[in-house]
């Protein structure tokens, strides 16, 4: 059992570069997530995708973009990347729970630098 | 606004107990949870307390009291492979109705032979 898969594992991109984090979960959640983990500032949500068919923003949303392609697939995507954006990106995904308990199941996440 | 507050750092000896704080201040509240990270990993949930009290399981306790808006991770007997980031997380709601969780900033603990 996979669970949540992203790539590519690290990148490199020169400011103004544009390029697509993919991630895909097997565990037949409903919501699925994009965090950015940067020192010092924890985890940060960018985007979230409560259930296929829609996405809404997160806490940092500015300069990227989301696709919930189908249940399992959920993308991010920089159109013009800058230094700021060089950060950990980690994708999740949950059950979503009346109880509350749903516990963030994540990727090992993305390493993207930007210079 | 929402803030959670826990110590940067932590050390302690293999074999002792240590105790992560986390204290909050947050718009709504459905819960205390806490995460797990290893350097380089991904981070992993270890805990969820949605009441007041101690939640066990196995070396690792939670704690939580509401009215202080204050809650605990408790390590016994710790191994050298506890040595990892621990966050606290707090759920709370977007206006949209969806829950969401508001992570600390992690204390990073370290533990020594």
């Known amino acids: 059992n996979a669970g949540v898969t992203q790539t590519p594992k690290f990148q490199v991109l020169k400011t103004g570069q544009s390029m697509t984090l993919q991630c895909a979960q097997d565990?037949?959640?409903?919501?699925m997530y994009w965090y950015r983990q940067d020192p010092g500032m924890g985890l940060r949500l960018i985007y979230y995708s409560a259930s296929e068919g829609t996405t809404d923003k997160g806490e940092v949303p500015n300069g990227y973009n989301v696709s919930r392609l189908n249940k399992r697939e959920f993308s991010l995507r920089l159109e013009s990347a800058a230094p700021s954006q060089t950060s950990v990106y980690f994708c999740a995904s949950s059950v979503p729970g009346s109880s509350y308990n749903s516990p963030l199941h994540f990727g090992n996440g993305t390493r993207l630098t930007v210079t | 606004g929402q803030s959670l507050e826990q110590p940067s750092e932590v050390t302690a000896v293999e074999g002792a107990i240590v105790q992560i704080n986390c204290t909050y201040q947050?718009?709504?509240?459905?819960?205390l949870s806490w995460y797990q990270q290893h350097d380089g990993g991904a981070p992993t949930f270890l805990s969820y307390?949605?009441?007041?009290g101690l939640e066990e399981t196995g070396r690792f306790s939670s704690f939580l009291s509401r009215s202080d808006s204050y809650g605990y991770l408790l390590l016994q007997e710790l191994q050298m492979k506890d040595s990892a980031s621990y966050f606290c997380a707090v759920r709370d709601r977007w206006d949209t109705g969806f829950q969401k969780l508001v992570f600390g900033t992690g204390t990073r603990l370290l533990v020594s032979p």
């Open positions: 947050t718009s709504g509240f459905y819960g």
């Open positions: 565990m037949n959640h409903n919501s």
């Open positions: 307390n949605a009441l007041d």
